[in-house]
């Protein structure tokens, strides 16, 4: 007996190709779990980010490079720390780990981040030499704290809007004041 009587191939030879609208790495990325607004904040964030380390990366030379070096560690961190939360939203990363550590990572990392942006920018105006490459930096800069504040804020706000939700209303009092508990 031959063994291609016997056993038959399990699997396709030409595997038919990927069918729907999502496929490849797209199928993995999921926008939904962001409302509309902390969703543009966060590609704001990101993209701000980016643009002041481009803009910071582009300067040749400086005479006090102390503000430089540090915009340039905070921007890079701040692109680089917004791209890991976009991430961790956008991927199944987010059905993997907690939800509530995800959001107070989120509220911490970014309220640290707009702080130190913007303590970084101003530094940044103080010492730079007035070129373009550094103004251009210092307002994608400002721009971005604010986005990570304004993130920051609203995070916030929620927050104690959902805290406040939990809160039981204090109970009335009944006439039976002196009843005792266990009767």
Do not use: W
Request: hydrophobic residues 45%.
């Amino acid at each position: 007996m031959e063994n291609g009587a016997v056993y038959s191939p399990t699997t396709e030879e030409h595997p038919a190709p990927a069918r729907g609208a999502r496929s490849g790495l797209a199928a993995y990325f999921f926008l939904g779990r962001l409302k509309l607004q902390q969703r543009v904040l966060k590609l704001l964030q990101l993209v701000l980010s980016l643009l002041a380390f481009i803009c910071e990366e582009v300067v040749s030379q400086c005479t006090l490079c102390g503000g430089l070096y540090f915009f340039e560690f905070v921007s890079c961190s701040a692109f680089l720390l917004s791209l890991l939360i976009l991430i961790v939203y956008c991927t199944p990363v987010y059905d993997r780990v907690d939800a509530v550590k995800v959001k107070s990572s989120d509220f911490y990392i970014t309220v640290g981040i707009g702080l130190l942006f913007l303590l970084a920018s101003i530094i940044f105006v103080s010492t730079h030499d007035r070129t373009s490459a550094e103004f251009a930096a210092t307002v994608f800069g400002f721009l971005a704290s604010i986005m990570f504040l304004l993130d920051f804020l609203i995070m916030f706000y929620e927050k104690r809007q959902e805290s406040q939700l939990r809160k039981p209303e204090p109970t009335t009092k009944t006439e039976n004041v002196t009843e005792p508990l266990n009767a």
